[in-house]
Every structure is written in structure tokens, then in C-alpha cells.
């Protein structure tokens, strides 16, 4: 069965980087859109970017400029570089995954967690000021 299964969550200063892994295994990877969410308590989970099987890529608003989203195919691998961390970007981040080489639409709905169907357990990563 699919599993996905984050790796790299920490406690960091404000303006510190992190590099979030996202383990695939049960599929065929390239063939899947990836994404990376993120819900902190009390609050919604929110689309952090996307990627799809073409490579194509999108941001929240939020992060656009900060952080990177790209995966290693031969790896099975998705990963997340996040730099100059916000405190209110404490969160738990998850990973997600769905059978479509891309989600149609705008980047409204690629970010939305409806899309995607299989999920990790996530990873915390906490910024301090």
C-alpha cells in the first residue's frame, strides 16, 4: 500500500532553515502529484507548494520566494527547503501524494488538501523568536 513517511522536523530559531523528506514507497512514484501541507493547532491545514510529474511547481503566497519544493525520483523522494523561518510557521508538515500527473485547475486547488489522496503522519517543526 502507499505509505508516506516524513522525516526532518526540528526546532529552529527564527530565520533558520530546514530540509523536510518525504519517503514514498508503495507506488509508482513519478506518476504521482506531491505535495507538501502544513496545520498548526487550531487551524486549517494549508497547501504549502505542490509539485507535479512535469516538475511544474506552486507556492502559497506565504512561502513563495523562502521555499523550494523538489523530489528525487530515483529516491522516491520529496523533500521541502525552508529558509528565513517565521515563528508563526510552527506547524505540524505533512506530505501528500495523488494518482494524477498533475491536479487540473488553479493553483487554488492544487493547494487544496482535498486533492490529494494519501497522507503522511507529518513532522513538527517549531520556530522560535
Known amino acids: 500500500q502507499v505509505q508516506l513517511v516524513e522525516s526532518g522536523g526540528a526546532s529552529v530559531q527564527a530565520g533558520g532553515s530546514l530540509r523536510l523528506s518525504c519517503a514514498a514507497s508503495g507506488y509508482t512514484y513519478d506518476r504521482y502529484s506531491m505535495a507538501w501541507f502544513r496545520q498548526a493547532p487550531g487551524r486549517e491545514r494549508e497547501g504549502v507548494a505542490t509539485i507535479d510529474t512535469s516538475g511544474f511547481t506552486t507556492y502559497a503566497d506565504s512561502v513563495k520566494g523562502r521555499f523550494t519544493i523538489s523530489k528525487d525520483n530515483a529516491k522516491n523522494t520529496l523533500y521541502l527547503q525552508m529558509n528565513s523561518l517565521k515563528p508563526e510557521e510552527t506547524a505540524m508538515y505533512y506530505c501528500?501524494?495523488?494518482?494524477?500527473?498533475?491536479?487540473?485547475?488553479?493553483?487554488?486547488?492544487?493547494?487544496?488538501?482535498?486533492?490529494?489522496?494519501?497522507w503522511g503522519q507529518g513532522t513538527q517543526v517549531t520556530v522560535s523568536s
Open positions: 501528500a501524494s495523488e494518482p494524477r500527473s498533475y491536479v487540473p485547475g488553479g493553483s487554488a486547488r492544487r493547494l487544496s488538501s482535498s486533492e490529494y489522496r494519501y
